[in-house]
């Protein structure tokens, strides 16, 4: 399996329509990849708070539009990275696409760990409830988004729906990039999945990004990871080594406590 993740920048100087036509043109030319993954809030920057309201559009608004158009016209399965989400109650999410290669919106997943410590995105946007799976052809993925990586819990959960690629677009900042790498890995070790790690390049509202998206294997092995600049990251990678790799090393099968264990 081919998957290729872009690693935009996001500048404060191109506006949302014209970031839109670069990305998708960017979508167009992986058409020999089978995935496709954007970052986190690439149409505003996912620091850039106070465009959160003015640039939120509804689920199958204009990025919508052009994302499911590229998908087709690239022949991908494209992980749209995520959208500020209005719905029809006004409520903001951080909202995630993925796009069949007929141009289907397949899933939408609403970030459930929401950024800010009791401002910025914490207090913006609503938390997502649902956890979401999407069934690809070769392979089962798992979806979550940048702050997200911090909880464990939730990535059991995805392997436990039968997560095997774990999908995280992320506006990760420069600061905390052991952490964003380290937290990588230890999903993919953790739950004996590949994990697709998606950043962005460049600075949002004030806040340089890490960049270094990251593909790293089951057991744990990095086997690509881009620069902190512009970058299309592209790998292949064997599905079948999930299966593989949790039949070696049964790990998974020892667990005691999960997400409904007993608490007193």
Same mark, same amino acid.
């Given at each position: 399996m081919r998957a290729s993740l872009i690693q935009i920048a996001v500048s404060e100087g191109e506006s949302v329509e014209s970031r839109r036509r670069?990305?998708?043109?960017?979508?167009r030319d992986q058409s020999g990849a089978d995935l496709v993954v954007l970052p986190e809030l690439w149409t505003t920057g996912a620091f850039a708070y106070e465009g959160f309201a003015g640039e939120a559009e509804p689920l199958e608004g204009p990025t919508h539009e052009a994302m499911a158009k590229a998908a087709t016209d690239a022949g991908v399965w494209l992980h749209a990275g995520s959208i500020p989400e209005r719905t029809a109650d006004g409520t903001l999410y951080n909202t995630s696409l993925v796009f069949s290669p007929s141009g289907d919106l397949i899933a939408a997943y609403r970030k459930i760990h929401r950024f800010g410590f009791d401002k910025g995105e914490a207090v913006l946007m609503g938390a997502g409830r649902d956890l979401v799976t999407v069934r690809l052809p070769e392979t089962t993925l798992g979806?979550?988004?940048?702050?997200?990586? +911090?909880f464990p819990e939730l990535f059991r959960g995805l392997v436990d729906a039968g997560a095997e690629t774990l999908v995280i677009p992320a506006g990760w900042p420069e600061r +905390?990039?052991?952490?964003?790498?380290?937290? @990588?890995? @230890? +999903? @993919?070790?953790?739950?004996?999945?590949?994990?697709?790690?998606?950043?962005?390049?460049?600075?949002?509202a004030g806040v340089p990004q890490a960049g270094h998206s990251i593909v790293v294997d089951p057991w744990g092995e990095v086997l690509a990871e881009a620069g902190a600049g512009e970058e299309v990251l592209t790998v292949e990678f064997d599905p079948a080594k999930v299966a593989v790799t949790r039949d070696q090393f049964p790990a998974l099968k020892d667990r005691v406590l999960g997400l409904d264990a007993p608490r007193r």
């Open positions: 670069r990305v998708a043109s960017l979508v979806m979550a988004t940048c702050y997200d990586l +911090r +905390r990039r052991a952490h964003w790498t380290l937290l @990588a890995q @230890a +999903r @993919a070790v953790e739950n004996q999945a590949y994990v697709l790690a998606c950043g962005t390049a460049g600075t949002h």
